[in-house]
């Protein structure tokens, strides 16, 4: 079983829906969450990081932490054409020997117009 | 500007041959790493390094090698005993201390086994 598990998509939305992402992990030693975006051929961007359970907002994007349940999401408000690409979550454990990032499987999303 | 350089940008290898794909950074970052990229499986981590002359390997390191002997250098070489080595690798760089957790990453290189 993966540490990490995210549905490969592919989530295709109208333009100015809302798009809702998640990603389940099995191990409680993950102490930072993040969402990664990636275009085609390029490399990932960070998006959001959140380290608590519940909310924290920046602009369009939602991040979601549900440490007791082992449950991360990213809603994205009024999504447009150009938040098409595949989305990343990941998390991190600090370990003696270095911090460990830890990758979902990423969910390519569609926004048509 | 500072950042990560990946080089080159699309890689042809003959099987049994090693190649090294390049990554330098200049945001004067101590820890670097290198992931796989394959296509439905996410990142998977190959070797990181949090100082220089030192690294860790990662979930898949065999086949693979790598150096770090200046802190904005670190290549990664693929190996001939790497069995299924097309993939799309990337290489990323964060600063020290717990609290600093984002990664950045370079554009990548796509190698391809011919």
């Known amino acids: 079983q993966k540490e990490v598990e995210q549905d490969p998509g592919p989530l295709s939305v109208p333009e100015g829906a809302i798009v809702s992402l998640n990603c389940t992990y099995s191990?409680?030693?993950?102490?930072?969450f993040m969402w990664y975006r990636q275009y085609s051929r390029k490399g990932p961007e960070l998006l959001m990081y959140t380290y608590s359970s519940g909310n924290k907002e920046d602009g369009r994007f939602t991040a979601q932490v549900d440490k007791s349940s082992k449950y991360i999401s990213l809603f994205i408000r009024d999504s447009q054409p150009s938040d098409s690409a595949t989305y990343l979550c990941?998390?991190?454990?600090?370990?003696?020997?270095?911090?460990?990032?830890?990758f979902g499987g990423g969910t390519r999303v569609l926004v048509k117009p | 500007d500072g950042g990560i350089t990946q080089s080159p940008k699309y890689l042809f290898r003959k099987e049994g041959q090693n190649v090294t794909l390049s990554c330098e950074q200049n945001l004067n970052h101590d820890a670097m790493y290198w992931y796989r990229q394959d296509p439905g499986q996410g990142l998977r981590l190959i070797y990181y390094s949090q100082i220089v002359n030192d690294f860790q390997k990662g979930d898949i390191a065999e086949g693979y090698s790598v150096s770090r002997e200046k802190k904005e250098s670190f290549p990664l070489t693929v190996t001939s005993a790497q069995k299924n080595p097309t993939a799309f690798y990337l290489c990323?760089?964060?600063?020290?201390?717990?609290?600093?957790?984002?990664?950045?990453f370079g554009q990548g290189t796509r190698l391809t086994v011919v």
């Open positions: 990941a998390m991190i454990r600090f370990k003696a020997a270095g911090n460990k990032l830890t």
């Open positions: 990323a760089s964060s600063p020290p201390g717990l609290g600093n957790t984002e990664a950045f």
């Open positions: 191990n409680s030693a993950f102490q930072y």
